[in-house]
Nanobody
Framework: QVQLVESGGGLVQAGDSLRLACAAS????????MGWFRQAPGKERESVAY????????NYADSVKGRFTISRDNAKNTVYLQMNSLKPEDTAVYYC????????????????????WGQGTQVTVSS
C-alpha cells in the first residue's frame, strides 16, 4: 500500500482559495490513479475529483467543476487540489486516495475504488 499525507487545509473566508497537497511514498507513484474526497459532518464521503495514473484525464464533481483543479507532479510524488472561489458548503475533511488497479472510469468516483487513504485535512470556509 501507498502511504499518503495530506496538507494545506485551513480556515478561510468564502471566495478565498486553498491548495491541498497529498504526498505519496512507498510506491511508484506514476502507476496510481489519485482521487480527492471530502466528508462533511453527518454526511457520507463524496468524491470531489480524480486524475488518472497517466495524468491524461481529470474529472470533477459537478459541485466543484470550474472552481477546483486536480493535478499531479510525478517527480514529487504529489497530487494537488487547487480550490478557488470557496463556499461554506465546501467545508469538510478532505482525503486523498490512491489505487493502482485499472477499472472503468466511472468506478473511480467510488470510495471502494481506492485501497489507500490519507488521514485527511480539515477545510473550513466561513461565510
Amino acid at each position: 500500500q501507498v502511504q499518503l499525507v495530506e496538507s494545506g487545509g485551513g480556515l478561510v473566508q468564502a471566495g478565498d482559495s486553498l491548495r491541498l497537497a497529498c504526498a505519496a511514498s512507498g510506491v511508484t507513484f506514476s502507476r496510481y490513479t489519485m482521487g480527492w474526497f471530502r466528508q462533511a459532518p453527518g454526511k457520507e464521503r463524496e468524491s470531489v475529483a480524480y486524475i488518472l495514473w497517466s495524468g491524461s484525464s481529470t474529472n470533477y464533481a459537478d459541485s466543484v467543476k470550474g472552481r477546483f483543479t486536480i493535478s499531479r507532479d510525478n517527480a514529487k510524488n504529489t497530487v494537488y487540489l487547487q480550490m478557488n472561489s470557496l463556499k461554506p458548503e465546501d467545508t469538510a475533511v478532505y482525503y486523498c486516495a490512491a489505487d493502482a488497479r485499472r477499472m472503468s472510469t466511472r468506478d473511480y468516483w467510488a470510495v471502494y475504488a481506492y485501497d489507500s487513504w490519507g488521514q485527511g485535512t480539515q477545510v473550513t470556509v466561513s461565510s
